[in-house]
C-alpha cells in the first residue's frame, strides 16, 4: 500500500457494528468554539495489543483520549469501549478504564502511599483493601523505598510511575496513557516503556499517546497518525515505512548551499521528491528499490556536486509523517485546542 493509499485509509476508515474491539470510535468530532479540535477521528483498538495515536502538539491527540475517557462530550460521531456506548453509559466506562494524563495528578503534600490508598477510596474500595492494593502496586512499581516520602521529594520518573500505578488500582482492562514519557531523560523512558510492556502482558490493553517516533516505532502494534485533528494513516510500523519506500537514501554535502541543486538532480535520477535539511546540508530520498542509490550518486557526481557521506537505511517513521504531513512531529503547532490551552 503506497503512502497515499495509507492516507486515504486514514481518513476514511470505517468500522462495521460487528468488530470485537477494545475501542471503537467512528467520526469523532470535537470543536471549541470556530476551531474544529478533532475533526472525524476513525480508531480501532484491538484488545492486547498496545495502539499508538501520533502526531505533534495540538494535533488533536489528548482531546480525542479525553473524549473516550468521558472527561469531555462527544460532539459528533460515536465511540465504544469494549461494546459500551461512552456517552449513553460514562460511568460504566470509567470502571473500564484507567487514565494517566501528561501531568502527575497526585497530591504534593501526601506520601506515595498515602496517595494510593486515597485514589482507592475514592473509587469505593475498603480501607484495608485500599492499603493492601497500595502496597502491592508500590512494590510492582519499584516504588518500595520510596513508599513513605512525599511526592514534592519524587523524581519525573518516580511520579510518573506512581501516577501510573494509581491508574492501576482497580485494575481496569484498558488503560490510556497520554504522552506517558514526556519530559523524561532516557533511562526513566526505557523503564516506562518495559513498565507498558508488562501492562500488555498481564492481559492490558493500551491506547497510547505520543510525539515521540522512536516510542511509536518501539511500543505499537499499530499507529494511527494525527494531525490538525485528522487521521492521515494507520498501519504497523512496517506498513507505513514501507508506504514511504522500501529504503532511505541519506546523503550529507560537503556544501550546504548546494543543497537545492542536489534535490532537483534527485527529483530527475529518480523521480523521488527528496525531504530537505538545508541548514545542515542533509537530504533523505525514499526509494523503492535500493540499488537506485547508485544512480543519485552517479548523477551528483557528474553535476559536480561533493558529498561528505552517505548511507542507505530502512525508512524511519520520520520520513513517514514527513511524506503525510509535510512537517515533523517537533513543530509547535499555534493553534489553541483543549490540549494547550
Known amino acids: 500500500m503506497s503512502i497515499t493509499e495509507?492516507?486515504?485509509?486514514?481518513?476514511?476508515?470505517?468500522?462495521?457494528?460487528?468488530?470485537?474491539?477494545?475501542?471503537?470510535?467512528?467520526?469523532?468530532?470535537?470543536?471549541?468554539?470556530?476551531?474544529?479540535?478533532?475533526?472525524?477521528?476513525?480508531?480501532?483498538?484491538?484488545?492486547?495489543?498496545?495502539?499508538?495515536?501520533?502526531?505533534?502538539n495540538g494535533a488533536g491527540k489528548t482531546t480525542t483520549l479525553r473524549m473516550l475517557a468521558t472527561l469531555l462530550r462527544i460532539d459528533a460521531g460515536r465511540a465504544e469501549i469494549f461494546g459500551v456506548d461512552v456517552a449513553e453509559n460514562p460511568h460504566v466506562i470509567r470502571q473500564l478504564v484507567g487514565v494517566t494524563g501528561q501531568y502527575a495528578s497526585v497530591d504534593e503534600n501526601l506520601t506515595a502511599r498515602?496517595?494510593?490508598?486515597?485514589?482507592?477510596?475514592?473509587?469505593?474500595?475498603?480501607?484495608?483493601?485500599?492499603?493492601?492494593?497500595?502496597?502491592?502496586?508500590?512494590?510492582?512499581?519499584g516504588l518500595e523505598d520510596a513508599a513513605n516520602k512525599p511526592i514534592s521529594q519524587f523524581s519525573g520518573g518516580m511520579r510518573r510511575r506512581l501516577d501510573l500505578a494509581a491508574s492501576l488500582i482497580t485494575k481496569p482492562p484498558l488503560i490510556f496513557l497520554d504522552e506517558p514519557t514526556t519530559g523524561l531523560d532516557p533511562r526513566t523512558r526505557g523503564q516506562m516503556w518495559d513498565t507498558t510492556r508488562d501492562l500488555v502482558a498481564d492481559g492490558c490493553t493500551v491506547l497510547l499517546t505520543t510525539q515521540y517516533l522512536d516510542e511509536a516505532d518501539q511500543l505499537a502494534d499499530r499507529i494511527a497518525v494525527i494531525d490538525h485533528g485528522r487521521k492521515v494513516a494507520e498501519g504497523t510500523p512496517d506498513e507505513l515505512k514501507t508506504a514511504v519506500g522500501n529504503s532511505t537514501l541519506q546523503l550529507l554535502l560537503a556544501d550546504p548551499a548546494q543543497v537545492?541543486?542536489?534535490?532537483?538532480?534527485?527529483?530527475?535520477?529518480?523521480?523521488?521528491?527528496?525531504?530537505?535539511s538545508p541548514e545542515r546540508g542533509r537530504l533523505n530520498v525514499a526509494l523503492d528499490q535500493a540499488d537506485l542509490a547508485a544512480d543519485v550518486l552517479i548523477a551528483l557526481r557528474n553535476a559536480g556536486l561533493s558529498i561528505a557521506s552517505v548511507s542507505?537505511?530502512?525508512?524511519?517513521?520520520?520520513?513517514?509523517?514527513?511524506?503525510?504531513?509535510?512537517?515533523?512531529?517537533?513543530e509547535d503547532d499555534e493553534t489553541v485546542t483543549e490540549e494547550n490551552r
Do not use: M
Not at 490508598?117 to 475498603?126: C, D, S, V, Y
Open 6 to 56: 495509507l492516507a486515504r485509509a486514514g481518513g476514511a476508515r470505517g468500522l462495521s457494528s460487528g468488530d470485537d474491539l477494545a475501542v471503537r470510535a467512528d467520526g469523532l468530532v470535537k470543536t471549541f468554539g470556530d476551531h474544529r479540535a478533532v475533526d472525524g477521528v476513525d480508531l480501532a483498538v484491538r484488545p492486547g495489543e498496545i495502539f499508538g495515536v501520533l502526531g505533534p
Open 312 to 330: 542507505v537505511a530502512k525508512p524511519s517513521l520520520d520520513e513517514v509523517f514527513l511524506a503525510l504531513t509535510g512537517h515533523g512531529t517537533g
Open 260 to 276: 537545492p541543486a542536489a534535490a532537483e538532480i534527485v527529483r530527475r535520477a529518480v523521480g523521488a521528491e527528496p525531504v530537505l
Open 114 to 141: 498515602e496517595n494510593l490508598w486515597l485514589f482507592g477510596r475514592l473509587q469505593g474500595i475498603a480501607s484495608p483493601r485500599a492499603r493492601r492494593v497500595a502496597a502491592d502496586l508500590l512494590e510492582r512499581f
